[in-house]
């Protein structure tokens, strides 16, 4: 039975366990998810990000946040209003360099977040954003793994990084910020609290 080496190995397996238990929750580990938090942070709250998760009804602009031109609405479905949906500029890619850099960027289903669900990330401290971004009732029903999927393949989410015309890309590489998100989430989410 426990003889031999099998004994030691079980005690060594049982110590082995306890520590990455212990040290799971200790404090460095938290200082590096929180660390992790505020690379995820910077991206949320880009202008490419935060452009569309806005608090009202329409999306905004530019770095410096400009209420959208000609009226654009959300909609009842995120998409626009009957009249003028987004898809009447918006195509499912950028438009080639040569239709200029004011042109209507593109992805596929380009929209805002419907009513139901609008989650707004503009002027949150980091612990409000933390919060916000955990939270079912704001997040589509979204757990960490539906968040780590969305965040790694959503269109939208990638157009941040490829925008055309003469934008800003998000300001951390996507798979840094893959990374620390999931850094973050593995540590269970734990929020600044500012
Ligand atoms: C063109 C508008 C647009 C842009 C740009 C955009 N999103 Fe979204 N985002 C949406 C829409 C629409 C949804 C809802 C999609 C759904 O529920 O299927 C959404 C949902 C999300 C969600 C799920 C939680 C929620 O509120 O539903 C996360 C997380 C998210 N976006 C992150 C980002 C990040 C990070 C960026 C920038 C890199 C970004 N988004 C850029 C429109 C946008
Ligand atoms: C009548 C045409 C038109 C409609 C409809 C329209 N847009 Fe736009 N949108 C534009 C143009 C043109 C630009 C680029 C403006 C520029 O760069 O000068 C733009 C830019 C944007 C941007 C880029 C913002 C940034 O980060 O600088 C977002 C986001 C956006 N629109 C969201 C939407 C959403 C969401 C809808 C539907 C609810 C919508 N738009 C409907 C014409 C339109």
Redesign the pocket.
Known sequence: MMEGPTRPLLIAAALAFGLAAYRRFSTPDRARALAAFSTVQQ??Q?P??Q???IPGDA?LQFDAGLPHAMAVARGPA?RGAPGLPCATCHGESNPPASYGPHAPPG?P??????PE???AWIGLSPGALCET?KDKQ???G?DFAA?IT??SE?K??L???NPGGERSP?SVPHDEFVARFKEWAAAGGPCPSD
């Open positions: 991206v949320f880009h490419r990000c452009n569309c998760h999306p995120g992805a289903h380009w929209g805002l977040p419907s669900h609008k989650m971004i704001r997040n589509g979204r968040l969305h965040v959503d939208l989410v157009w941040g990084w998000v």
